[in-house]
């Protein structure tokens, strides 16, 4: 298995390395726990606290049944995620383009598919 080494600080700025199978690893963890939190949480995002509780109480399950909602729909907290990644790996990294790479990569990912 082909190695690659991955290096960022942590919030206490000390280096740590990855290999392959550790970052993909955390990857998809990372994925999983979006997928898992947007899915959970979209029905009732733009309700308040005391709302939830009154109307939900405490959520343990996807209440978008007996909300009448689908569960998954089109969005940005999903798409957009990967939408970023693939701009980073299409365009590169440089600053001062990287807004438009982003907007560009949008268009043509997202907003064309959903027409």
Known sequence: MRIIECKYHDTNERAMDFQTEQLLEKTYAGVLGKLIGVYLGR???????????????????????????????????????????????????????????????CVRSIWAQSE
């Open 43 to 105: 029905p009732f995002e733009t309700w308040t606290h005391q709302r939830i509780i009154k109307e939900l109480g405490h959520i343990r399950y996807y209440v978008n049944q007996d909300l009448g909602v689908p569960l998954v729909v089109t969005d940005d907290d999903v798409s957009g995620t990967f939408t970023f990644i693939r701009a980073l790996e299409e365009h590169g990294p440089e600053r001062g383009r990287l807004v438009q790479a982003i907007g560009d990569t």
